[in-house]
């Protein structure tokens, strides 16, 4: 095996070659790194990256596997970060300048998990600020660019995570999603991206952005590399209340069952103006789930309309007050010219935030203000009780639902940074699972017929804490080929 080879592993794949002593997870470490060095000034994907630390979590796997203990899944696998996730000892930045300098004295319960089960952790990647944003140019730092065509957007917030996995700088990925930054990417990307159910996996040590709304879940090159990130990283947490009692199943053991006699429901309302050669290839991929022996039937969703102005209202109503705590008082950038303290609050986070955050809480602190909770937040958080029980009255007829996850393949770097209200709308098809709270994830599937035939995604729900049975169907889609040769096929 060349040590190029040890870039394009799957995870699966690098548990075999330790258990064969074919490489050593210290020499799968320093490809990585050194790929980094290479490729990563093009894709611009890090904003820190870790190498000392990642070469001590390699060099502990080896001396494991040295001594014969079992060794985990995961041992050896190289994961980047996203850096509104906090590790311990490591720069975390949000993508903003106001935690410029920020260095963490803990580490998120998901990156402890990872880092238990013997992940090695390559840094940290880049994102939109605050996880505020659709294509990775809200960073305060530079835009990242997506490894299938440099000249475009690698999609957001989680652009970073994404881009490193498909341009292989990275095995694996943590994100963050609140209304579509896993899935979304992973799609411009052509990558597995996963949010689980809302609780599912602990938001203890991810920086919160919009805390009814924010998920961490796993990126990866493989449906199976997804199920093991998964698993390590879900389950009850004492440190964060809103995480769920509820068991974590082994996803990768059920992987192979087959989707025979499972019924797919799709919803008119995603395929209504939809971009043709998006629209396409998610009827080809439909047709291969029915040829794979699922029912496919119709399903309504009919608050659909109202979801990407009821999640904007909720999730900038909770930015704002999450937000506020960035004062210059405690931790963070500070304005250094100012004269008392209401001036240092105002220079501060005029300095420290950049457009689409002030943006953000501006909007936020509109519709929490008095006058305006009822007409804004209040009846926002009615539609999206609506949202939640169309999904919940569809799942009592089928046993997942499929749709577009973006309405049209990444655009141009520079091409919507200017029109914020274009760039909310192409959340339409993701912002409606995380209001709901339920699981999702987007699989390749295809590219676009017209150059430079840029990856497809298909997005895939189930009902609350069924992520077994979401994997199974896009494992079950995966391991029939997809649509490998774009939408000819």
């Known amino acids: ?13 690098i548990h075999e070659v330790l258990i064969r002593k074919e490489a050593s997870a210290e020499e799968i470490c320093r490809e990585h790194l050194k790929r980094i060095q290479q490729q990563d000034p093009e894709v611009r994907a890090y904003l820190t990256v870790s190498a000392e630390r990642a070469l001590e979590q390699a060099k502990k796997v080896d001396l494991r596997i040295a ?38 004295p803990y580490s998120a319960t998901a990156v402890d998990r990872l880092e238990a089960e013997g992940a090695v952790i390559l840094g940290k990647v880049n994102c939109d600020e605050f996880a505020m944003g659709s294509s990775t140019e809200n960073s305060a730092y530079f835009p ?4 299938i065509d440099l000249t475009r957007v690698p999609g957001g917030s989680s652009g970073g995570s994404a881009a490193a996995v498909a341009a292989h700088l990275a095995t694996a990925a943590l994100g963050s999603d609140t209304g579509g930054s896993i899935r979304q990417p992973a799609a411009f990307c052509g990558v597995m991206g996963m949010m689980g159910t809302y609780g599912r ?4 040590g991810l920086v919160a952005f919009a805390s009814s709304l924010d998920h961490i879940g796993p990126f990866g090159r493989t449906v199976r590399d997804v199920a093991l990130l998964l ?5 009850r947490d004492p440190a964060d209340s809103t995480s769920a009692d509820v068991p974590v199943p082994d996803y990768a053991a059920t992987l192979e069952d ?3 006699g499972f019924t797919v429901g799709v919803p008119k309302e995603y395929f209504e103006g939809l971009n043709p050669e998006i629209g396409d290839n998610i009827q080809k991929g439909i047709d291969r789930l029915e040829a794979l022996g699922c029912k496919v039937t119709s399903v309504r969703l009919p608050h659909t309309e109202y979801a990407v102005a009821c999640y904007y209202i909720i999730c900038t109503a909770e930015a704002s007050s999450n937000l506020a705590r960035y004062d210059g008082v405690r931790y963070g950038f500070r304005s250094a010219d100012f004269k008392g303290l209401r001036e240092m609050y105002r220079k501060t986070r005029d300095a420290g935030f950049g457009a689409e955050v002030k943006r953000r809480i501006m909007l936020g602190t509109y519709v929490l203000s008095s006058g305006y909770y009822e007409a804004y937040y209040h009846k926002a958080q009615q539609v999206r009780t609506l949202i939640a029980r169309d999904f919940i009255e569809a799942f009592d007829e089928v046993d997942a639902i499929v749709t577009p996850t973006a309405p049209h393949p990444a655009f141009g770097l520079g091409e919507r940074i200017d029109d914020p209200l274009q760039m909310y709308l192409g959340d339409i098809y993701t912002v409606t699972a995380s209001l709901a709270g339920i699981p999702g994830i987007s699989v390749p599937c295809g590219r676009t017929r017209s150059a430079p035939h840029l990856p497809v995604g298909m ?5 609350h804490f069924d992520e077994a049975r979401l994997l199974q169907v896009a494992r079950a889609f995966e391991k029939s080929g997809g649509l490998e040769n774009g939408s000819d096929q």
Not at 459 to 463: C, E
Request: with cysteine.
């Open 258 to 260: 087959g989707v025979q």
């Open 67 to 104: 001594e014969g203990g079992r060794l985990p899944d995961l041992a050896g696998v190289p994961v980047a970060v996203k850096d509104v996730i906090l590790t311990r000892g490591v720069r975390t930045t949000c993508g903003s300048k106001m935690l410029e300098d920020y260095v963490p």
């Open 231 to 235: 698993k390590a990283i879900a389950g």
């Open 201 to 204: 996996v602990s938001r203890y």
């Open 144 to 147: 990242t660019h997506n490894p």
């Open 459 to 463: 997005q895939i729900f189930a009902k």
């Open 1 to 13: 095996m060349t040590s190029s080879d040890l870039t394009r592993l799957s995870a699966e794949q």
